[in-house]
């Protein structure tokens, strides 16, 4: 079955960077397409990028110029490199994995989730 497990959360300051890492298995890692989600407590996940098997990638417009996403398809592993972090991206950030193509930044079209890493930016 589909496993996923993300690492590299933790607390930053403001202006800070951080890199999360998802380590994929159970599927043939390099088909599918990839995505970062986060969650603010009492919200529904929102997307934050995803990264396609052709490596088309799509961000939200809120992290555009700071986070980048980024694939290994060598060591099944999906990354998340966050510069110049702000208060406002403290969240839970999950990866995710689907065989659909497209943009796909609803969440709702993801089936497969890991259990998410911890992201604490302080001002």
């Known amino acids: 079955q589909v496993q996923l497990v993300e690492s590299g959360g933790g607390s930053v300051q403001a202006g800070g960077s951080l890199r999360l890492s998802c380590l994929g298995s159970?599927?043939?890692?390099?088909?599918?397409?990839m995505g970062w989600f986060r969650q603010y407590p009492g919200n529904e996940r929102e997307g934050v990028a995803t990264?396609?098997?052709?490596?088309?990638?799509n961000y939200a417009d809120a992290i555009k110029g700071r986070f980048t996403i980024s694939r290994d398809n060598a060591e099944n592993t999906l990354y998340l490199q966050m510069d110049n972090l702000k208060p406002e991206d403290t969240a839970m950030y999950f990866c995710?994995?689907?065989?659909?193509?497209?943009?796909?930044?609803?969440?709702?079209?993801?089936?497969?989730w890991g259990q998410g890493t911890q992201v604490t930016v302080s001002s």
């Open positions: 990264i396609q098997s052709d490596d088309t990638t």
């Open positions: 995710a994995a689907t065989t659909l193509k497209g943009q796909l930044l609803d969440a709702s079209f993801w089936l497969n």
């Open positions: 159970g599927y043939t890692f390099k088909r599918w397409t």
